[in-house]
């Protein structure tokens, strides 16, 4: 069984930075892509971020400049850092890892940006 652990979530005003982590455990032989999704009040899933496990990237475009992701093989572990957070960044947020062509999920953890 494959958990994902998220955490660095919370209350930041406008500007500020936080950073997120995401940690897989359980029997995991190797761990391919993984990334970030967010999900606002009633509005769909969307993809924030995605890094191979050789460490390509792709961005969101509303992100590009402010967000960046990073991974650590080792610890099977994907990091965002969130820079220049907006009042519209406020969403939960969700670590994805693909795994033998299995995607999973993490609980989510919530982002709220305000002053």
């Known amino acids: 069984q494959v958990q994902l652990v998220e955490s660095g979530g919370g209350l930041v005003q406008p500007g500020g930075s936080l950073t997120l982590s995401c940690a897989a455990s359980?029997?995991?032989?190797?761990?391919?892509?993984m990334g970030w999704y967010r999900q606002a009040p009633g509005k769909q899933r969307e993809l924030v971020a995605t890094?191979?496990?050789?460490?390509?990237?792709n961005y969101a475009d509303f992100v590009k400049g402010r967000f960046a992701i990073s991974r650590d093989n080792a610890k099977n572990t994907v990091y965002l850092q969130m820079n220049n957070l907006k009042p519209d960044d406020t969403a939960v947020y969700y670590c994805?890892?693909?795994?033998?062509?299995?995607?999973?999920w993490g609980q989510g953890t919530q982002v709220t940006v305000s002053s």
């Open positions: 994805n890892a693909m795994i033998k062509f299995v995607a999973y």
């Open positions: 359980g029997t995991i032989f190797r761990v391919d892509a």
């Open positions: 890094i191979t496990r050789g460490s390509t990237t």
